[in-house]
């Protein structure tokens, strides 16, 4: 069975500190692998997604980066963080070539940026 | 204009009311539809795929009307075990761009 993996769960950061959470799929080859945020009382907010190794699209500018190193990782970044920045972060994977679309989640990363 | 609108609520309903949620999406190309659960704090959880022959799962009703590019949740017979905010979401055409809308929250009470 396929299964994501998202770390670390709750992180607290200071203004212009960087960022790095990191999301794995097991059980599944050549998934398309999304970033979301989600702000508090707010709806999900696509960052990036991507469709295969080394291949990125982002959705809104901002201080984020996002890469994908090898096929069943998907990595967010930040060299400096703002408040802004603060909010639930969740990777989501889905099978490539389905029209269905279906994501499957990962448990979340809570950042806060003091 | 939001890509995907929801009235964010809340609804507030007594066990056992009928409870319906809607939700409109400005991308004629979408392909597919879904509506998706998130309990406080969680990450959200497929609840249903919505088909324009409409899709019930229990007494949950989905429809979709592309027409009107219009797409509707039903609730019948609430239970406590439904609070959750529901969101709606739509997949552009390819499969892989996935647009949430900002949810709807329902508190059902005893």
């Known amino acids: 069975s396929q299964t994501i993996h998202q770390w670390p769960a709750t992180l607290v950061q200071p203004v212009g500190s960087p960022l790095s959470l990191e999301c794995t799929v097991e059980g599944t080859s050549n998934p398309n692998l999304y970033w979301y945020r989600q702000a508090a009382g707010r709806g999900l907010q696509l960052l990036f997604y991507?469709?295969?190794?080394?291949?990125i699209s982002s959705e809104v500018p901002q201080n984020l980066s996002a890469s994908r190193p090898q096929d069943r990782q998907f990595i967010l970044s930040s060299k400096k963080l703002l408040l802004s920045d603060s909010g639930f972060y969740l990777c989501?994977?889905?099978?490539?070539?389905?029209?269905?679309?279906?994501?499957?989640f990962g448990e979340g990363s809570r950042l806060t940026v003091l | 204009r939001k890509e995907v609108e929801q009235d964010p609520g809340p609804f507030n309903v007594p066990e056992g009311a009928t409870v319906a949620f809607n939700c409109t999406y400005s991308?004629?190309?979408?392909?597919?539809f879904f509506w998706y659960r998130q309990d406080c704090r969680k990450e959200p959880k497929l609840l249903m795929s919505v088909y324009s022959s409409g899709n019930e799962d229990g007494r949950f009703t989905a429809q979709l009307n592309r027409a009107s590019q219009y797409i509707s949740l039903l609730i019948r017979d609430s239970k406590l075990s439904d609070s959750a905010t529901y969101l709606c979401?739509?997949?552009?055409?390819?499969?892989?761009?996935?647009?949430f809308g900002a949810g709807t929250r329902l508190f059902v009470k005893a």
């Open positions: 989501a994977w889905s099978v490539r070539g389905l029209v269905t679309g279906e994501l499957f």
């Open positions: 979401v739509v997949v552009h055409t390819g499969g892989f761009k996935t647009i």
């Open positions: 991308n004629s190309a979408s392909q597919s």
């Open positions: 991507s469709v295969g190794i080394g291949q």
